[in-house]
């Protein structure tokens, strides 16, 4: 029974909570729109046209695909000829007729959205000081093997930590934990970010210090947003964009140089060099090396930075790091100090050491002096699974083998 062509269609309301219909009103399918109507309330084709004011022929044409609708007016007139519901409404890109209740009869879904919150703010509410930093040890321990055994080896681990306190931070309410975790937060994506540029994943790496940086915001410490916008740079310079990382490091040195400690303020003036290397800048590089060596305080590291490992023979390794792109005679000295005052507990850093000291032998003609420690480097990367050190590797290794040629 098609019933009179001037009788009210009526779907029953059940079919527009269905996920196939809500796919047909997300993509605005008139076609499986005018079939909802046909196989759920038994309409004819002159039903609709009678409900929807189009023209039979063009129902037809809308059923079989060879008609699209474009005008916003057709679209309403539709909706009401079909009896859209708000929410089915709203799917389809149009305005609620009920404004008071835009998501239609949904008590039952929004009271169950709701005990889901009140649990998860509830779990929130037992974080306290100590529990905060029983998640910051956390964070720091997981730094620790990060150093030693790189990011693949604690991969769970870390997306676990940061699920865990980006969840209790999101629904913390008192405001002194909530800046609290905020500070935890921030340190252990950063932590992540630096993860995903090693594994040269550099669009997670982005993701993640951003979430970084509005962690840092939110427990306002201008530390943690220098050091996550500072490290954000080496995203830029891996795409191949070492000019928009200088701005940016120059950009936050100007900013916070003098609101954050010395160890940040030296890492943030040898960061900012290697980025001129990277683009060739030597004028630049060298004086924000003086700067970063007129920075560093006494001692190897500051406890409010756990974030920050940074000595001179760290910043030995960093100079040489920059300076072997212009050939300085120095360099190679300054890499075997930096390599003599290695602990054995950064063996991702030792695996870019011995790049850059392999770099400068070749580039001095020392090609035999220099494979040991390409050898020691691919060693270190297998271990770190840095994918990073590894392409830098595979090019040391070509250029070794073309020279003993």
Request: proline fraction near 3%; include cysteine; charged fraction near 25%.
């Amino acid at each position: 029974m098609h019933g009179n062509a001037f009788e009210s269609i009526e779907i029953p309301a059940w079919v527009w909570d269905r996920d196939e219909t809500r796919e047909i009103l997300k993509k605005r399918d008139i076609a499986g729109l005018f079939g909802l109507a046909v196989k759920y309330a038994g309409a004819s084709q002159v039903r609709i046209s009678a409900a929807t004011g189009i023209a039979q022929g063009r129902i037809s044409q809308h059923l079989r695909g060879q008609r699209q609708v474009t005008d916003l007016e057709v679209y309403e007139r539709i909706a009401l000829g079909l009896g859209l519901p708000d929410h089915a409404r709203m799917l389809l890109g149009l305005a609620p007729l009920d404004i008071a209740s835009p998501t239609g009869d949904r008590d039952h879904e929004h009271q169950e959205q709701a005990e889901e919150l009140a649990a998860r703010i509830e779990a929130a509410a037992v974080i306290d000081p100590a529990m905060v930093m029983i998640l910051s040890t956390d964070t720091n321990n997981l730094r620790l093997l990060d150093r030693r055994l790189g990011s693949a080896a604690i991969a769970d681990k870390m997306r676990a930590q940061i699920s865990q306190i980006e969840r209790a931070h999101h629904h913390a309410v008192r405001p002194g934990i909530r800046a609290q975790l905020a500070h935890v937060l921030s340190e252990t994506a950063a932590l992540a970010g630096w993860q995903a540029i090693d594994t040269c994943a550099l669009k997670d790496a982005w993701d993640h210090h951003e979430r970084a940086i509005s962690a840092a915001r939110d427990a306002d410490d201008p530390a943690l947003l220098a050091y996550a916008r500072g490290q954000q740079a080496y995203v830029l310079t891996d795409l191949g964009r070492p000019a928009e990382a200088t701005e940016l490091l120059r950009h936050v040195r100007t900013t916070y140089d003098r609101r954050v400690p010395g160890h940040l303020r030296t890492w943030l003036a040898a960061a900012e060099a290697e980025a001129a290397a990277i683009l060739g800048d030597e004028k630049t590089c060298r004086t924000a090396l003086d700067h970063a060596a007129a920075l560093l305080p006494e001692g190897d590291a500051d406890p409010l930075l756990p974030y920050v490992s940074l000595n001179r023979h760290h910043l030995a390794r960093w100079r040489g790091n920059c300076l072997v792109r212009f050939g300085d005679p120095e360099t190679i000295e300054d890499l075997r100090s930096a390599l003599a005052g290695m602990d054995g507990t950064y063996n991702r850093a030792e695996a870019g050491l011995r790049c850059d000291l392999a770099h400068a032998l070749l580039a001095a003609g020392e090609s035999d002096a220099a494979q040991p420690h390409i050898y020691r480097a691919e060693q270190l990367a297998t271990m770190t699974g840095s994918r990073r050190h590894a392409r830098r590797i595979a090019e040391l290794t070509r250029a070794a083998t073309r020279a003993s040629r």
